[in-house]
Nanobody, 119 residues
Framework: QVQLVESGGGLVQPGGSLRLSCAAS????????MGWYRQAPGKQRELVAA???????NYADSVKGRFTISRDNAKNTAYLQMNSLKYEDTAVYYC?????????????WGQGTQVTVSS
């Protein structure tokens, strides 16, 4: 059974920092691309950051220079360090594990963790 469990969300003031964690089980973690997505009320879910099995990263323009995605294959965990948080970063953040093969794509989601940026 595949599980992605996010943690680390919460309430933070503008300019503050949070670190999200995504603990994976039931998959060969090291071969998956791990991603963080977010969904604000009334908006579509959007990609925030992703890191491939080889360690290549990409970020949404809105978070470049503020957020950092990383992974620890020994702990089967992905992280999202969020600095200089803004009001518009408020959303539910979801962890995603994706692996694309010739035979098809495996795609898993966590349950989400709320991040609220407010003074």
């Amino acid at each position: 059974q595949v599980q992605l469990v996010e943690s680390g969300g919460g309430l933070v003031q503008p300019g503050g920092s949070l670190r999200l964690s995504c603990a994976a089980s039931g998959i060969s973690f090291r071969v998956y691309t791990m991603g963080w997505y977010r969904q604000a009320p009334g908006k579509q879910r959007e990609l925030v950051a992703a890191i491939t099995s080889g360690g290549n990263t990409n970020y949404a323009d809105s978070v470049k220079g503020r957020f950092t995605i990383s992974r620890d294959n020994a702990k089967n965990t992905a992280y999202l360090q969020m600095n200089s948080l803004k009001y518009e970063d408020t959303a539910v953040y979801y962890c995603n594990a994706k692996r694309t093969l010739v035979v098809g794509t495996s795609n898993y989601w966590g349950q989400g963790t709320q991040v609220t940026v407010s003074s």
